[in-house]
Each structure stands twice: as C-alpha cells, then as structure tokens.
Antibody, heavy 119, light 109 residues
C-alpha cells in the first residue's frame, strides 16, 4: 500500500527555522517525484514545488522560490520542506503528494502538517 | 502560467441529483493533462480523475471527467451524501509549474 506519512504539527515563532518531513512507503521512492502543496486557512490549494528523489533535482513555483527549500534523502525515502525564517503568513496546512514529473497528477497524498507561526 | 477558473463557486444540490462542475483554462492544456481532486473538511485532497477522463483507483463510476483544450468538466451522475465536498481542478501541463483552480464547493441543498 502506497503511503506518505508526514511529521506532526508545529508551532513556531516568526524568524525561526523549520523542517517538516514526508516519508514514503509501499513503492519505489526514487521512481516518483514528490510535490508540496500549501493550503492556508479556509483557502484553496497552491502548488509550491517538486523534487525528483533520485537526484534531488527541484523546481519551485515563483510564488515560493527563495522562501522555502525542498530536499530529499532517498536512503530513508523521505522528502523535506524547509524554512530558514518563518513568517506569520506561513501559517497553513502543508501536504506532500506523489507526482510532479509533468506527466502525472498527484495520486497519493500525505495527511498534512499544520504549521502555526505566531509570536 | 496557466490560470484555471472553476465555476460555479458553490453548487447546491440534493442527493440523487446530477452535478456538473466546470474548469476553464487561460490557455490550452497540452495533452489534456488535467486532474480533479475532492477534499472533505479536515482531510487531504484525493485524486478523482486525470488525463482528463480516467478515474483514479477506487473511484466509483458515478464520477466522470471530460473536455479538452481549455474547457473541462467533472460530472457526478447521481450524488451520494459522501460526495458533498470541495472539488479542485489542476493542470499538470505547464511544467514545471502546476496550478490549481480556486475550487467549487458542492453543498447539500
């Protein structure tokens, strides 16, 4: 069974750093890209960027370029989303999803990680 | 960037009725690389339809997708109580940039 399991909810202060994770199982982790999707409270879905776990090649939406970093450790089948300096506006639910090669939809999703940034 | 516009914003129907949701793209979606997702409150989105008429694994056949170019449709033939949710379309043509529509909320009338 394909599963993406994300790390737990986080509460952080503005300016702090954060890394959340997404562990894949039940499939060959290096055969599928991983995308990250943001959902702000009460709002829609926004695609943030993607990574090819086989070589850690990444692409970002212009809206998120420079503000987050996507990485992966294929040895432990885990992708990451990292912020070096959080803002209150980063408060949102973040989902990882399998897919993002440009030819495939997002077919399996993690359960989401809620990030709250507040002073 | 391809912009997707979904209509209507909210659709109020009763169980047993037919639902038709629209997704219009600002430019042609190459290869009909368009997908539909369902999201229920407090849950992650779930892939329903892709490509644009193939059902994902485990999706009942009352869900169907159609369209090409700039106009796409998700149809739910007979609404079940569990179908009331928010639906998003997404294009995966404009690599490396995927985009979602703003969503259609399907609510019980």
């Amino acid at each position: 069974e394909v599963q993406l399991v994300q790390s737990g909810a986080e509460v952080k202060k503005p300016g702090e750093s954060l890394r959340i994770s997404c562990k894949g199982s039940g499939y060959s982790f290096t055969s599928y890209w991983i995308s990250w999707v943001r959902q702000m409270p009460g709002k829609g879905l926004e695609w943030m960027g993607r990574i090819d776990p086989s070589d850690s090649y990444t692409n970002y939406s212009p809206s998120f370029q420079g503000h987050v970093t996507i990485s992966a450790d294929k040895s432990i089948s885990t992708a990451y989303l990292h912020w070096s300096s959080l803002k209150a506006s980063d408060t949102a639910m973040y989902y990882c999803a399998r897919g993002g090669s440009g030819y495939d939809p997002l077919d399996y999703w993690g359960q989401g990680t809620l990030v709250t940034v507040s002073s | 960037e391809i912009v997707l516009t979904q209509s209507p914003g909210t659709l109020s129907l009763s169980p047993g009725e037919r639902a038709t949701l629209s997704c219009r793209a600002s430019q042609s979606v190459r290869g009909s690389y368009l997908a539909w997702y369902q999201q229920k409150p407090g849950r992650a989105p779930r892939l329903l339809i892709y490509g644009p008429s193939s059902r994902a694994t485990g999706i009942p056949d009352r869900f169907s997708g159609s369209g090409s170019g700039t106009d796409f449709t998700l149809t739910i033939s007979r609404l079940e109580p569990e179908d009331f949710a928010v639906y998003y379309c997404q294009q995966y043509d404009s690599s490396p940039l995927y985009t979602f529509g703003q969503g259609t909320k399907l609510e019980i009338k």
